[in-house]
């Protein structure tokens, strides 16, 4: 199908070309509506990717229709992910460095198009999601909707990101960061892993706010399968979960202190007004409680999504969970043992710092390690609630005067 590139906004195809944007458009046996979608496309741009997964329908032959788009084509089908994976990989030869995604059901409206490249222009680069009123949109499945909140949950736990929609295809990547990562994901997980890790690499997110189109449910096509890719993404947000507790929350927050502000960023965190003395005071005992606790290496793991839970300051309890460092463990064991001596009676032992700190002492007498320990960390805990909140009393009231 031969479209006259002279009804195209000469300032909307310009400002793709300005800013290195093209539109990605993966499908799948979506005959009955590709068509309309890649027309509807280039009104705006003639920059555009069709990544062709395998379909076994009229697709094809629809897409020979349109000889100025790059089609990307595969059999067998092998999921939206690699899908999304092949059209990242060919927008970065083209020397693209933006791609919008556009779903080929018919979902989604070019008309659009325009709201992302606002948003980019305004901000800068960043990775831009088409947030979908999902409240007033009519005949949302079911699934969709519950989908919708679980996504956007998880998300804010992995990346303490707000993002009213995290399940939309309708996106703006950034192409750089992307063509420097090794993508794991083949399915629908994959739209998730990537805004996950490209969050984490400190790319902005951003949002607009689209139209969505659900089509009634006799008419519908959809290719999601609910067990099965509902249990890849619960899989795939337990890895990530994994990942951001045991590296990427302490990976910022020692960032944070190696910088050469790093007294000033402390400052900044003791003196939030954004929290109370109280709340402060709470998440380093808390941290000082998890860093003694018995149970080594597992202590942020554990610590942190119980300090998310309890809407304590993440960075303060890290801090404090830091009273373990290695040079600290020998005192800690130590002071364990003394402590766990009354819980003991006759069967108690005693323990000198300098010979009998041994692993296999330890082991012959764990039981008044584990009792001491926690009777330690309790302590710890205290002590460190009223240093901190003496501390930050008299700052607080020092920087009024």
């Not at 094809?60 to 999921?79: A, C, D, H, M, W």
């Not at 020397?95 to 070019?110: C, K, M, N, P």
């Not at 090794?182 to 990537?194: A, F, M, N």
């Not at 082991?363 to 930050?392: C, D, H, P, R």
Request: aromatic fraction near 12%.
């Amino acid at each position: 199908m031969k479209l006259d590139q002279s009804i195209i906004p000469a300032d909307i195809s310009e400002r793709f070309s300005t800013l290195g944007a093209c539109v990605m458009i993966p499908t799948y046996n979506n005959a009955t509506s590709i068509e309309q979608v890649i027309t509807d496309v280039l009104q705006y741009t003639m920059q555009v990717i069709v990544i062709n997964d395998g379909s076994t329908d009229a697709t094809p032959g629809i897409l020979e229709k349109f000889p100025q788009i790059t089609v990307v084509s595969y059999s067998p089908n092998r999921g939206k992910g690699m899908a999304l994976r092949a059209g990242f990989k060919r927008a970065v030869e083209m020397g693209y460095r933006y791609a919008i995604t556009i779903d080929s059901d018919g979902q989604h409206f070019a008309k659009d198009l325009p709201l992302f490249l606002n948003q980019l222009e305004a901000a800068g680069p960043a990775l831009i999601m088409g947030s979908r009123n999902m409240e007033t949109a009519d005949n949302v499945p079911g699934k969709s909707s519950f989908g919708h909140k679980f996504s956007n949950f998880w998300f804010k736990v992995e990346t303490d990101i707000d993002c009213p929609d995290t399940q939309t295809g309708y996106r703006l990547y950034p192409l750089d960061p992307i063509s420097r990562m090794k993508l794991y994901t083949r399915k629908y997980e994959l739209e998730i892993e990537v805004i996950v890790r490209l969050a984490w690499a400190g790319v902005p997110v951003h949002s607009v706010p689209i139209t969505v189109y659900y089509p009634p449910k006799e008419e519908r096509i959809t290719h999601f399968r609910p067990f099965k890719d509902f249990s890849r993404i619960s899989v795939l947000n337990t890895v990530l979960v994994l990942i951001t507790f045991l590296y990427i929350k302490p990976r910022d927050f020692f960032r944070r202190f190696t910088k050469k502000n790093w007294k000033q960023e402390l400052k900044l965190l003791l003196r939030n007004p954004g929290e109370s003395t109280v709340a402060k005071a709470n998440s380093m005992a808390f941290g000082a409680f998890m860093g003694i606790v018995p149970i080594w290496g597992f202590q942020l793991l554990v610590g942190i999504p119980l300090a998310h839970w309890m809407r304590l300051n993440k960075a303060l309890f890290i801090l404090a969970a830091n009273i373990s460092i290695p040079p600290m463990i020998p005192l800690i064991i130590f002071l364990s043992y003394k402590m766990g001596k009354p819980w003991m009676g006759s069967r108690a032992v005693d323990i000198s710092f300098n010979k009998q700190l041994t692993l296999k002492y330890m082991g012959q007498n764990l039981e008044q390690y584990l009792y001491g320990s926690i009777t330690l960390a309790v302590v710890a805990a205290v002590l460190f609630w009223v240093i901190a909140f003496l501390v930050l009393k008299i700052s607080r009231k020092d920087a009024k005067e």
